[in-house]
């Protein structure tokens, strides 16, 4: 039996989180190896375990695996949680890119040089109003019982859950 997946990220919720609760729906424990300084960061890149140079990574069933999204999908098709043909997967597919994007407007937010800030915050609520939020509720993309896109658990529905606080008050304020 291989051990636990080892997660590799800062301490922090970022782009691993999505990973942990995936990990997490799925019944399957995980231990953690935050990164506290550049040194440990520079040390995995020294090691040859980052592709890209850059976290999150995990260590799964005998690999190293980075890029959030390949990381997600290959846990969810592990524990049937991406959808039961390639329909339903190209819904999920598309479901989780557009969370992905509207997480990465809000994500970079809080970065911005202070006089940036208000002109973004703008255009950030646009795009999530008038793109974003419509996009999910019509169609499939609605939520149908208890999950998100249909009427059993995957991966979209851990996608978005996990990033819905960051982006929710878009839709209020």
């Keep these: 039996m291989a051990g636990k997946p080892i997660l590799h990220y800062f301490d922090g919720r970022g782009r691993m989180e999505p990973i942990r609760w995936l990990l997490a729906a799925a019944g399957e424990e995980f231990e953690e190896k935050l990164m506290k300084t550049p040194e440990d960061l520079k040390k995995l890149r020294n090691d040859g375990s980052l592709m890209f140079q850059q976290v999150p990574m995990v260590e799964i069933d005998g690999m190293t695996l980075v890029q959030t999204r390949a990381i997600l999908n290959y846990i969810a098709a592990k524990h049937n949680l991406y959808g039961k043909d390639i329909k339903e997967r190209a819904l999920i597919d598309m479901y989780s890119e ?53 009427s059993s658990e995957h991966i979209g529905n851990w996608t978005g859950s996990c990033r819905a606080p960051q982006s929710s008050d878009l839709r209020t304020t």
Excluded at 106 to 118: E, N, R, S, T
């Design 98 to 150: 557009g969370v992905a994007d509207l997480n990465e407007m809000v994500m970079y937010y809080p970065f911005l040089p202070p006089g940036d800030k208000d002109g973004r915050l703008t255009q950030i609520k646009e795009k999530a109003r008038n793109r974003y939020f419509p996009a999910f509720e019509k169609n499939s993309m609605v939520i149908v019982s208890t999950w998100v896109m249909g």
